[in-house]
């Protein structure tokens, strides 16, 4: 006699789903695969969007210097609340703009002859129209929209190395690479069954991930104080070019690989609602570039980042990029602090600021 119980399958958690190429899926160098802080992204705006009501706020009045401060950083902590801009949808052009005093942010008539926010040039005509929306709970939706900017900001470090690596010579050692990427593979393996688990499976697997990328992140920060002082100990009439750049080469490579298993570990301890965690992953984070920054190093003369940037050869043609080591931490401490603070329990309002991907008058 057969046996006609149903048979019940987990269902597939779309938020876990976020290997979604063959390589992401099957290689073995985390640096050629897709950028997962994007993909990280995109998803926890789908679950910002699905669970929490929003409002949509016109008014733009004493906030626009708010707002602009939000679009160039991701976020702005003020006495009105908090702002946080989807970096990942602002144009380079459009930050860059506000930044330097080109574009400003403003209100823009529709053909209606209704008010809308939009981003405004010099001569007050329309460069793009963004939607502001306050949360009805704020504390609901903090950890996602903190996450959010975390995400953007990481995903900005990690490109922008990227195209500073392009400096040196590509001196790519496979196997040193691939161990330092094993512990991402075998949370990937992890994460990828979590998808497909469900209830205490799931969270016993997302655990298990979590161990291996913080087992990840040691080794690299490990990691990089070695190469570090490889380079410091390079210094002197008998260093080598050859040798310099090697060693600039991994820690070029470290530098990507960092904010991609600090992105994914605060990805998942938010999806665990475990935001001391996500808290402490940070601070870790905020430690190593700040000792990076500050401590002197070998005979006390330079810090980390001073000895990279007197060994970096930069090029020349792209002015950005000259004095990345010197600017760049600086930038990425002062992130790693305000999103440190972001995430502390908050009464205040909660602003989201979209940009709106398909306007009629988005030429004009």
């Not at 010579?169 to 690479?177: P, S, V």
């Not at 688990?197 to 655990?207: F, N, P, Q, S, Y």
């Not at 470290?254 to 938010?270: A, E, F, S, T």
Request: glycine share 4%; proline share 2%.
């Amino acid at each position: 006699m057969s046996d006609n119980r149903d048979i019940s399958c987990p269902q597939r958690d779309e938020l876990l789903d976020i290997f979604n190429n063959v390589e992401d899926q099957h290689g073995t160098d985390l640096l050629s695969m897709s950028d997962f802080s994007s993909i990280l992204i995109k998803k926890i705006e789908t679950k910002t969007k699905l669970n929490i009501a929003w409002e949509v706020y016109r008014n733009l009045e004493e906030y626009t210097s708010e707002i602009a401060t939000a679009i160039k950083s991701g976020f702005d902590i003020s006495k009105k609340g908090m702002l946080v801009a989807d970096y990942s949808h602002f144009s380079k052009e459009i930050i860059d703009g506000i930044k330097a005093g080109i574009y400003h942010v403003g209100q823009s008539k529709e053909v209606a002859g209704n008010l809308r926010p939009a981003i405004l040039n010099e001569k007050e005509r329309l460069v793009k129209f963004f939607t502001l929306k306050r949360a009805y709970d704020p504390t609901s939706v903090l950890a996602d929209i903190s996450t959010l900017a975390i995400q953007a900001s990481l995903h900005r470090i990690s490109s922008q190395i990227e195209d500073i690596s392009r400096d040196i010579n590509n001196i790519i050692d496979a196997n040193r690479r691939e161990t330092l990427s094993n512990k991402f593979l075998c949370a990937r393996d992890r994460i990828m069954s979590a998808a497909n688990a469900d209830g205490d499976e799931r969270i016993k697997l997302l655990m298990e991930a979590d161990t291996y990328l913080m087992e990840g992140l040691t080794s690299l920060y490990s990691d990089l104080n070695a190469q570090v002082k490889a380079l410091d100990e390079q210094n002197g009439p008998f260093a080598r070019i050859k040798s310099i750049d090697r060693i600039l080469s991994f820690i070029n490579d470290d530098m990507q690989m960092i904010p991609r298993y600090v992105g994914l570990r605060v990805y998942l301890l938010n999806y665990r609602n475990k935001t001391e965690d996500a808290k402490r992953v940070l601070g870790e984070y905020r430690y190593q570039l700040q000792s990076l920054s500050e401590k002197k190093i070998g005979n006390g003369k330079y810090t980390a980042f001073e000895l990279i940037h007197r060994n970096y050869p930069y090029n020349k043609k792209d002015p950005e990029m000259v004095d990345f080591w010197l600017e760049k931490p600086k930038q990425m401490l002062s992130a790693t602090s305000s999103f440190e603070r972001m995430l502390e329990p908050k009464t205040g309002e909660m602003y989201y600021i979209d940009l709106e991907e398909d306007d009629e008058q988005n030429n004009r």
